[in-house]
Structure formats: structure tokens, C-alpha cells
């Protein structure tokens, strides 16, 4: 008996950790279909993803995920494609440096409407088709500063615990119709998000040392690895698991670690 094709759309396919997770979900064996805003890198990603596995069956979705219709599009157009979808990775975002009482609104409503609204819009029209299909898996990536606000990433951080509070909520929302969610929340990963996302400080150490942070096929890896698992939740690394714990149990202490990590900024 043949077996059924899987499915997964993954958004930010471009670079970074969703370009690692469609990786990942080829080796698996899945139809990928890749979504991002930049055609030509979608095509070297897709050019890869068919090095990887010569039966790969890959698509190329342009998509800005802050457009409700055009994440419509992405998602009707995968199930036109194959006749099902299994897997929904929500991966797309950029971030936003800045103090709090200096963020200008502009902006920062950008920010939101990819981070949280294009998750928002991925959920919606994922859970469309898993419904009546009785089974999928959505991934929402988050942050560990979605659990923890840090300093200079307030906006970020808000982004991001708006995620995870509208994962809380979709997975249980979901279990009685065989649809798992999970929360992604990664720590400081090697990308290109610091590049060309405004997500910190030129000249701040912390941010520009790749070789100290995760790598991103860590992430894509653990993401495609736990597809049809029931984790409420990916924190990765042990700073990440701790930081988690220690400002819910103690949220002084959390205060103060992050005064010190960031203490040369804090002090400009
Ligand atoms: N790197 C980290 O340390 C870290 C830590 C925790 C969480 N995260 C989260 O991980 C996710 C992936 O980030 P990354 O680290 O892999 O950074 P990245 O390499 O910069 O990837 C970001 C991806 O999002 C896409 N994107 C941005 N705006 C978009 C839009 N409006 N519509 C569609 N796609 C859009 C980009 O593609 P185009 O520019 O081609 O559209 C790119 O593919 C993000 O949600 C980020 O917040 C990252």
C-alpha cells in the first residue's frame, strides 16, 4: 500500500531556522512548501532542499505573512497542491530594539503584525483544514523572551509572549480534534535575524558573537524531530530552561541577571 504523502508549509523559510526546519522536514520526508517575502533565497532554499532528497516535492510561496489574504492564499494553495496539510510551522518574524518609554508606535504595530498577527493568521487558516481532517500539527515560534521580558526588547518581548499566551490557548482548544500545537521558544540562535532586524545595538558583544549561540539546525531538527508529539512546549538550551523557571519562581533574581547581562547597555 502506498503511504499518504505528508504535508508542512513553513513561513521565514528564507534563512535561518525555518530554512533549517525545511531541511529537517525533507530528510523526514515531507512536501515542503516554503514562505517568505524574498523569491530568489526561496529558490536557493528550495535548490537545497532537492540536494538534500532528489524526491523532494518543494514549493516556492511568496508570502509577506502580515497580509491575512496572502497567508490564506499559502495555505489553500499547499492543500491544492497535495490534498492535505500536516505540519504548519508559524516561524516568521523580526525583532525591535529600544527602551520602552522611547518606542515609536509605527513601528512597533509593524512588528506585531508579523510576529504576532502573521502566527495569528498561520493558526486560523491552518486550523481551517486540520479540523475536518482530524489531525496536524501547528508550531508557533516564539522566543524564551516571550516567557521573559529583557531589557531593550520590550516590544520584541511583547510580540512574543502574545504568541505563546494564543498557543496556551489554541492547543487546548485543538486537542479534540486531534490537532497538536506547540510552542517553540529558542534562546539566542546564529541567523540573520541580528543583521537586518534592528534587534540590537551595534557594537554589543552579546549580539555578535555567532559562535556562542545555538545553531539554528538545533532548532529545526528538535521542531521537525517532535511533529505528532505532544509538547506543550520547545525551550531550548539549559540557560533557556532556567531562565524559564527562575522568573516565575523568583522573579528578583531574574531581574538582576538581566541587569548584569545587559549592565554596559543599561548604563549608556
Ligand atoms: N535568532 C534568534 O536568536 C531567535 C531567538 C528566539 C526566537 N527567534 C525567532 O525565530 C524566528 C526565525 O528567526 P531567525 O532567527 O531564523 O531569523 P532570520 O534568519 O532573520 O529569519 C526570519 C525569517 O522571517 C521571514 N520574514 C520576516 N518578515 C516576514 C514577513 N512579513 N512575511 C514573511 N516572512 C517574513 C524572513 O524572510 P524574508 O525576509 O524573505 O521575508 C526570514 O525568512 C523568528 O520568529 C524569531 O523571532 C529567533
Given at each position: 500500500m502506498e503511504t499518504e504523502l505528508k504535508v508542512a508549509i513553513v513561513t521565514g523559510a528564507s534563512s535561518g531556522i525555518g530554512m533549517e526546519?525545511?531541511?529537517?522536514?525533507?530528510?523526514?520526508?515531507?512536501?515542503?512548501?516554503?514562505?517568505?517575502?524574498?523569491?530568489?533565497?526561496?529558490?536557493q532554499v528550495?535548490?537545497?532542499?532537492?540536494?538534500?532528497?532528489?524526491?523532494?516535492?518543494?514549493?516556492?510561496?511568496?508570502t509577506d505573512v502580515s497580509d491575512r489574504a496572502a497567508v490564506e492564499r499559502l495555505v489553500s494553495g499547499a492543500v491544492e497542491k497535495f490534498?492535505?496539510?500536516?505540519?504548519?510551522?508559524?516561524?516568521?518574524?523580526?525583532g525591535m530594539y529600544g527602551r520602552v518609554h522611547e518606542l515609536p508606535e509605527p513601528e512597533l504595530r509593524a512588528v506585531f503584525e508579523v510576529n504576532f498577527y502573521g502566527v495569528l493568521y498561520g493558526c486560523q487558516a491552518a486550523a481551517r483544514v486540520m479540523i475536518p481532517q482530524r489531525s496536524g500539527h501547528i508550531f508557533n515560534v516564539s522566543s524564551v523572551i516571550g516567557k521573559r521580558g529583557t531589557p531593550f526588547h520590550g516590544a520584541y518581548c511583547a510580540t512574543k509572549f502574545a504568541v505563546c499566551g494564543l498557543t496556551d490557548s489554541l492547543r487546548v482548544e485543538m486537542k479534540p480534534y486531534g490537532v497538536r500545537v506547540t510552542n517553540v521558544c529558542p534562546t539566542l540562535t546564529a541567523t540573520?535575524?541580528?543583521?537586518?532586524?534592528?534587534?540590537?545595538?551595534?557594537?554589543?558583544s552579546k549580539y555578535e558573537s555567532p559562535s556562542k549561540m545555538m545553531p539554528a539546525s538545533a532548532v529545526g531538527k528538535k521542531i521537525a524531530a517532535s511533529?505528532?508529539?505532544?509538547?506543550?512546549?520547545l525551550v531550548f538550551s539549559f540557560g533557556g530552561k532556567f531562565l524559564v523557571v527562575l522568573s516565575a519562581l523568583w522573579p528578583r533574581a531574574a531581574d538582576w541577571i538581566m541587569q548584569v547581562y545587559h549592565n554596559d547597555l543599561v548604563k549608556r
Open positions: 526546519t525545511a531541511f529537517a522536514l525533507v530528510r523526514r520526508g515531507y512536501a515542503v512548501v516554503l514562505a517568505a517575502r524574498r523569491a530568489d533565497r526561496l529558490e528550495a535548490a537545497r532542499c532537492r540536494e538534500i532528497s532528489a524526491e523532494a516535492k518543494v514549493e516556492v510561496a511568496v490534498g492535505r496539510l500536516d505540519v504548519m510551522v508559524n516561524n516568521a518574524g523580526s540573520e535575524f541580528f543583521d537586518h532586524s534592528s534587534m540590537a545595538p551595534r557594537g554589543h511533529v505528532g508529539k505532544s509538547k506543550p512546549e
